[in-house]
């Protein structure tokens, strides 16, 4: 994919390459405009390696580090054309994927000490799910399933159209790859518990409160154990706002797309050094 | 790209496909879980197309309309199998784009009336710029350069590396296409009066008070007519929430990267409709 | 990789298309040369819908239905150049996928009864694991996972370059998708224990005897119910020739890629029908 | 291609990474399970250097040369991470190549001092066809045409749709490349007689018993000489096991598609040294 | 390519689309600027159906028939937007093309009731070289081998890199597909009469004037004969002017680049019917 | 594309590796057989770089720099292998492209000292473009816009399909970039009027005789001056023969695609150095 970011902005080449003496080397820096938790560092070095591999690039922070406002935050050295031809595309993913981290440190924080995890969902932005679930891990969280091929989820409708939970595990046992796992997201207290009783991995337990789950989890609990098997149990569908409330009702797991649909980008920008001066 | 973002999250194929009757057709349809101005309709069939012709798409909202809460925006029917795997893929783009747009068209509205237009920046999502610049425009802004080779902008970089603002454009004026602008991002008072001096298309006012853009402007307004030339003016670097007062400086336009950097997602869902009933 | 298969036969385009009038429509069909299991139909269907879509496909068998020697299984009509420049491409397809359709069908009817699935492995041909898969799931047998990124499997050479099963366990649940299964390939009792106590979602018994496996099995049920646990266990690395003796060991699965590494292309080819007269 | 048979394996990324300390470089080798000829080092090296330059492969025997069961083949170091991530398609790809290169040294061995070639066809697994003709050279044989577009035979097919073999020939040689060989398929003397007036370079003597052919070859050998022509014979379409039969019958060349259709994968596997012992 | 050739065009998108009611459907047509023969007509009607499989394209010509200055060439209705943002691209193919099968039949026409073809060479314009040699065929020329891979030419350079012309062949006979010709292009007599009696399909005679080929042609058939061998005589490196003298030397062909290298593009133009009048 | 045109000439592989012994390292160098402008050196060095990176290339001229026949152009250091499989391509570039840097010259030499400059069109090989672009710049010529994305013109087919030029113009301005100019291709004095009254940036005044733009000019600039506005005027549509006549009339710019439509390869070809020798 970093070709075509880099094609999206270059297109049929920079313009202003003509203005500048694009034979010289030039030292360079991102500075921090803002706290938060970095990533995309590694990213942005393939990136400049892509465009052109005689781009020095010296990281100052690891991904999943913590960085204040005012740090530099990477270093870069190499001719000047090739410095500005990357900028942006490079700035726009770091960016973006360190607001993405920093929201979910926050929300990670929150659950600290409960032994509840962080997950992410499939509301993605098309193109960089793999690199927004990485952003995910780099700010404390785990990950769900990476798309519709490597577990199988039942969702609300699949249930309507199938002929029932028992039935569709049944069949998904026969027809996936054994080493699969089969989740089931219910809306009721009836569907999480015939979801245990036909085998399922794991539960999703969608927009209910956390009074409710809190009641419901033990019977989930008794009745995977009187079938000698482990279940995992997910809270999904919850307002960011009360993680806290969510994160004492016996889950194992929370998941939420608030790190990737509510966020804002992380702001740095790309400075010089004239003179070998520091700036 | 819409082969590479439903690969994304199809892969190897959806594991649940086993699990329902995938010959049977259905009915379904998004609904809006708040208000908001509608991007991406057209973009969704698009993608349904692509997965699966059959599939018919009824859009209710053209791309630019306003809807709220409890509306039904698009109506889908086709083979369940091909709903469900188009489904997280076509709400994810809906969804960010239905944002922007929504985040713009707020910005929009605090310039009504007043003749200035909100421009975007190339602070785009890797692999999605036309997209979000397309978004934009639903909201009511308009688009600054597309990339870096449709108009040449000098920025503080160029600046610095170069030979200065009057050689710099010489030299593009030499070298660049004759039909594409140069565009000048100033910081002082003294490049922007050097940028129209040397004949700029236009010239940003980058990170400066509105108070004083203000007193900047008529100086500037003056140059330009001096040498029988039309100038654009621009405000960039600016905080949204001081957008009013930057409206009544005198500038064409105002720039920023807010609506895609800082707004959140809308939220879509899809439904189905069993036996015909509506729920 | 449908046009990536047409290309490498059909090149700069077929010689041959100056010697005949392709502008007439003809007759074709596919004769058996042989008995076997079919797959490959929709595959045919959708190279020559690729290639040209006036010709029309006639299946008469659906994939996974015995065939038997001198059976007409696919009936071909259209533009005779297209007739011919999809033809060797779409039978090395069909020959070869319903030679491990075949191969595997026998297999799977030595299992019958014992309630053991058989499953496939991750040696297949590059470039065709998904349609490799599908052929094995057409002769009956289940799926292994599919790649290295929707299971955890820890091998040999895992274990040897890790911290121990325990540690590679705990640290795989942190960092993968908790929606993955983690199965651990054991070459020794101890191995295989040891990956249950940890946590194990399965095990594989590499390259065990079959009364070897009779013994331990047991011993391997009882460790997971003493943790409320569900484990599948899988023999590997076994001589087909002896699978009945593994269908009575106790395991769940045995997997084997000898329907893939030795098995034999099933042979079909393409007549024609001159004046409507059957031949 | 080798980027896509990495990605059909490795999918969004190896999930056992995170169970390894994949920064150290570890030593591994490939053991030889059984004998045979080598095919696909220098591929092997290849698609290591395309997925990770710093892995270094030495190779113990070139491509053609035979090994013997416990012989290491190839010797490996690199990151760890990357030594795993490309074995199973470096693996699949070599043991499937060796498998082709095996089976046809045997039939040509059958061939020696006969003079006669043992040549493929176009039966060949999609995706692979330049790879397979390799492998078939490296056991000994030779290639018959590339595809449709290297040189034009006239088969049953096309013999049945056109207006002849000698107006067909006729069409090609005004059309077709003149530097492009035309072959004739004839399934009967009458057709093998009829190419060789017509002008053809080349006859295939397809499905006739050894006997016969060897009553015909003399007859059209008279036949070009008489009009001061060189002809190529070729038998195709017969049993492999009747091969010797066919070496004595006075043709040039022997087709057949078994060792890519009907042979076995040869078994290597990756071992590794811990502490520099060999093992 | 023709995806690529309309993205080369039309980029992010035709901006004057906004300037134009483009719900609204359109009458064009192509007028001719000049006499020619055409070429390129099915790959307009391909370019306009992949942009927009709703525009229309009535062909009043077939590819290698002849125009007059003012004839209208191809009639176009469709969406004004498709028909615009095509045109470009449409015109500049058939404008090139058309050029070389004119300036082609031109060339042909001085070999006429000569029984010697004229032949294309491997200089095309990258990217275009199966079109291009379409249009030599468009304009009466037959074709040269179509790349590296589907004849063996050995020319100076290999000779001289080689172990001598014997030698060379008998290694090329052992290794490359028995199925490809094997072409000598010779500088010296010496050279020519050593690839005959190799046993070279056929014979370059590069550089040579006609006198000099004229005297040489009856040794190297004479060569031939003996040798039961029939043998292709190509003159090529002439200088299309002399074609004349080169078309009484006995050779069978002579290859020239001129049609290619040395033509004009022909010149079309796309005009509009307004109110349905034509003008 | 540098990919796709070298499979496009090595297709399957060059066959006549078989003949040469491959692992030496040979010189070699480019002969020029007619003087002009050199264009597609570095371009030679990529291509060649991108299929054999121990290919060593100096060139002796930079892109734009005029040469002699009988010069050295470029010398060749490498695998014999690699300089033949690269040969065809490479000069297919650069013959190509210096012949229309050389076209170039020619044309620009003749508007020397008036100040007029010489720009390019749209007419340009497919695939091509930006590289003819290059070329055209390389003879002293500069750019025209580079597609339909980087600025608008409004051309006759615009102009009579949408409601007149003074709408199309405001439409235009609320709904490109800002940043994109917008030109009117005039036909008559008429429309070259409206175009500067509506604000357009330049106009193009197509077909019409020297004489008659003569005339026309300082109408244009007055009206330009009365608007306070800057507008450049070009002419196009020309016969280059009358180039000179034009070079007076006023305008700024002459527009043609006779460098790329109506120009010769240049000829170049590959020599080598056996033993050290020079020849």
Same mark, same amino acid.
């Given at each position: 994919?970093?070709?075509?970011?880099?094609?999206?902005?270059?297109?049929?080449?920079?313009?202003?390459?003509?203005?500048?003496?694009?034979?010289?080397?030039?030292?360079?820096?991102?500075?921090?405009? *803002?706290?938060?938790?970095?990533?995309?560092?590694?990213?942005?070095?393939?990136?400049?390696?892509?465009?052109?591999?005689?781009?020095?690039?010296?990281?100052?922070?690891?991904?999943?580090?913590?960085?204040?406002?005012?740090?530099?935050?990477?270093?870069?050295?190499?001719?000047?054309?090739?410095?500005?031809?990357?900028?942006?595309?490079?700035?726009?993913?770091?960016?973006?994927?360190?607001?993405?981290?920093?929201?979910?440190?926050?929300?990670?924080?929150?659950?600290?000490?409960?032994?509840?995890?962080?997950?992410?969902?499939?509301?993605?932005?098309?193109?960089?799910?793999?690199?927004?679930?990485?952003?995910?891990?780099?700010?404390?969280?785990?990950?769900?399933?990476?798309?519709?091929?490597?577990?199988?989820?039942?969702?609300?409708?699949?249930?309507?159209?199938?002929?029932?939970?028992?039935?569709?595990?049944?069949?998904?046992?026969?027809?996936?790859?054994?080493?699969?796992?089969?989740?089931?997201?219910?809306?009721?207290?009836?569907?999480?518990?015939?979801?245990?009783?036909?085998?399922?991995?794991?539960?999703?337990?969608?927009?209910?409160?956390?009074?409710?789950?809190?009641?419901?989890?033990?019977?989930?609990?008794?009745?995977?154990? *009187?079938?000698?098997?482990?279940?995992?149990?997910?809270?999904?569908?919850?307002?960011?706002?009360?993680?806290?409330?969510?994160?004492?009702?016996?889950?194992?797991?929370?998941?939420?797309?608030?790190?990737?649909?509510?966020?804002?980008?992380?702001?740095?920008?790309?400075?010089?050094?004239?003179?070998?001066?520091?700036?």
């Amino acid at each position: 994919m970093l070709e075509t970011w880099l094609d999206e902005d270059i297109g049929r080449g920079d313009l202003t390459q003509a203005a500048i003496d694009s034979s010289k080397n030039k030292h360079a820096y991102w500075k921090c405009k *803002q706290d938060g938790i970095f990533c995309g560092g590694e990213l942005v070095r393939c990136l400049y390696n892509h465009l052109d591999s005689s781009v020095k690039i010296d990281l100052k922070k690891a991904d999943g580090e913590s960085f204040t406002l005012g740090e530099r935050i990477i270093e870069l050295h190499g001719p000047v054309y090739s410095l500005l031809a990357g900028e942006r595309t490079a700035l726009n993913l770091a960016m973006h994927l360190s607001g993405i981290a920093t929201a979910t440190k926050k929300l990670v924080s929150e659950l600290q000490g409960t032994g509840v995890l962080l997950a992410d969902t499939r509301k993605t932005t098309p193109g960089l799910r793999q690199l927004e679930k990485y952003a995910m891990r780099c700010g404390g969280g785990i990950n769900h399933r990476l798309g519709l091929d490597d577990a199988a989820m039942l969702k609300e409708n699949h249930i309507a159209w199938s002929d029932g939970i028992d039935k569709s595990i049944q069949s998904l046992r026969k027809n996936i790859p054994w080493t699969s796992k089969i989740i089931v997201e219910a809306e009721t207290d009836q569907q999480a518990k015939e979801a245990i009783s036909a085998g399922a991995d794991g539960v999703l337990l969608d927009e209910m409160s956390a009074k409710h789950i809190c009641m419901l989890v033990p019977h989930l609990r008794a009745l995977a154990k *009187q079938m000698s098997r482990k279940i995992m149990i997910e809270a999904s569908g919850i307002d960011p706002k009360e993680i806290k409330n969510y994160a004492s009702t016996g889950v194992d797991i929370i998941s939420t797309s608030a790190p990737i649909t509510k966020s804002n980008w992380i702001d740095f920008s790309m400075r010089f050094n004239e003179n070998g001066e520091k700036n």
